[in-house]
């Protein structure tokens, strides 16, 4: 199975990040022998994937828009992903490279551990067995994220899961099965909870480049929110999680939007703070090939499908909220009018070849950051057997203050949230006219409302969420967590709408893969 075998050859060469200056620096991965810590250590850095969905899922949600034909698409894959369609394009942001990308991680963290095995482990290896050990449930998290349902405990089971590949691969052709999804999640839970406690910042010198204590504790806050249970416990993790990262006063550690580019009025500038190893919030910085910060961004090409001016106007950036209509991120949208980007994702170029102007694009983003960490937590609140509504409500406020211009913090209530959302009409779907898109949407929870107040805070939580991830993909999640059924408006023809049961809420495999044998989702 050519596409899925990981031949340790494929990691002779891997990122070594030091700023977000040298970030393309590489340094020798050395295969051959790994016989100590250092080697251990060095493999680690190809353990985090070179690929991030953020075209999959971010033209998949409801984020985006059709402008029209008059506009350019920057690739036949970018536009496959606006139609829930199996692409046949291989470039850096298609199922194929997220696909080889994440096992390719997977594979550096199971040599790792191979490796640690064989030196006979012991607390001085610890440390990067943690590191190992959530990285490779951070990769398997992408694609089971990208390629098959959102978890549902009632049907887990019975669902298909993805490939966990738990030891390096020795075999030409090995033999691969899908598995259930209920199996990928109970792989995905075990390999964070054996590596959380062994994670230590000291192993790192410069922490935010790799999974820190704090970033592996706010990828376990999301991951337990996307693994619901039938009881609820999964929310007690997320806020247990959360709290490790947070601490006592989450205003300390969040973004402070107004500061850090309130006032800045060049995109390069701002995508250069919000990416910043010196902001707090930023816990874990990742590097991908992507050209997704050309795609969505200030830039005169893909102008086909964007987060156009009725998007941006009635449902994100410039929508209102509860807590009023300005934040700095809407200060903060560029035109042009078809895509309306927040530029925080800079685009940093490679060149292999500067005669000829050849070269790789890539995208650095946070990964990990305390203001989505926050909103996790306060979902949590708010979704548990018993909502906490006032923990949730203090959280909502923390989130205001962090994205709120100077002078124009809000403070929110428990009955302001319930009065703003009870208000508001849903979206209706299909959504045919433009007037008709609001902040609030039909939802279709995994597991039902207790009450109508608490889908009230989650229509607020949601809407937060939506402006504070916005081009980061993180929005895909939701839509499956919540069985948002998403329109998609089509130029000339009907509108297209992923319904809640949808089959392409699960991407369909790479071609590649499932001519070589593994089982393709249903359509």
Excluded at 31 to 53: C, F, G, H, N
Aim: proline share 6%; glycine share 4%.
């Amino acid at each position: 199975m050519k596409k899925l075998t990981i031949f340790a050859s494929a990691l002779a060469m891997a990122f070594q990040f030091t700023s977000c200056d040298d970030f393309l620096d590489t340094v020798p991965d050395n295969r051959a022998e790994v016989d100590s810590a250092a080697k251990i250590t060095s493999i680690l850095v190809s353990a985090y994937p070179q690929s991030y969905p953020f075209v999959l899922w971010e033209l998949g949600s409801d984020n985006v828009m059709d402008n029209g034909s008059i506009y350019d698409v920057e690739s036949q894959s970018t536009e496959d992903a606006y139609l829930w369609r199996q692409t046949s394009e291989n470039d850096t942001d298609t199922p194929q490279e997220v696909w080889d990308n994440c096992y390719i991680a997977a594979a550096a963290a199971n040599q790792a551990l191979q490796a640690i095995e064989q030196l006979g482990g012991g607390k001085s290896l610890d440390p990067q067995k943690g590191e190992a050990l959530i990285c490779r449930a951070y990769a398997h998290f992408i694609l089971a994220s990208t390629f098959c349902v959102a978890y549902d405990p009632a049907t887990a089971d019975s669902e298909l899961g993805i490939p966990y590949a738990t030891k390096p691969e020795t075999e030409v052709s090995p033999h691969y099965t899908r598995g259930t999804l209920q199996e990928t999640y109970e792989n995905i839970a075990k390999d964070i909870e054996e590596g959380l406690p062994l994670i230590d910042d000291n192993l790192y010198t410069v922490p935010k480049y790799h999974f820190n204590k704090k970033a592996a504790y706010a990828f376990a806050a999301r991951f337990y929110l996307n693994y619901i249970q039938e009881d609820r416990s999964n929310y007690e993790k997320v806020i247990e999680y959360a709290d490790e990262v947070l601490g006592s006063n989450p205003r300390k550690v969040l973004r402070d939007y107004a500061t850090d580019m309130g006032s800045l009025t060049n995109a390069s500038n701002i995508g250069d703070a919000f990416i910043s190893a010196k902001v707090t919030a930023n816990l874990l910085l990742q590097t991908v090939y992507s050209s997704w910060p050309y795609i969505y961004g200030p830039y005169s090409i893909n102008m086909r499908y964007g987060q156009a001016r009725e998007i941006c106007l009635n449902e994100i950036l410039y929508a209102s909220g509860v807590w009023g209509e300005n934040t700095v991120m809407s200060s903060l949208v560029w035109n042009p009018e078809q895509k309306m980007p927040f530029p925080k994702l800079a685009m940093y170029f490679e060149y292999t070849d500067k005669v000829n102007g050849i070269g790789y694009r890539h995208a650095v983003f946070p990964a990990f950051s305390t203001n989505e960490t926050l909103l996790c937590r306060a979902e949590a609140y708010v979704l548990q057997e018993t909502p906490d509504y006032a923990s949730a409500v203090s959280d909502i406020n923390d989130w205001i203050y962090s994205v709120s211009p100077k002078g124009q913090n809000e403070t929110v209530s428990e009955s302001d949230i319930i009065s703003y959302y009870s208000a508001i009409k849903k979206t209706p779907v299909p959504l045919i006219n433009a007037k008709d898109r609001t902040v609030r949407k039909p939802l279709n929870p995994i597991l039902p409302f207790v009450d109508q107040n608490q889908e009230y805070f989650i229509d607020c939580i949601l809407q937060a969420r939506r402006n504070e991830t916005v081009h980061e993909g993180l929005r895909w999640l939701d839509i499956r967590r919540f069985g948002i059924e998403v329109t998609h408006n089509r130029e000339g023809q009907a509108p297209d709408v992923l319904t809640v049961d949808d089959p392409r809420r699960a991407i369909q495999l790479p071609a590649d893969v499932i001519n070589a044998g593994l089982e393709a989702n249903p359509r």
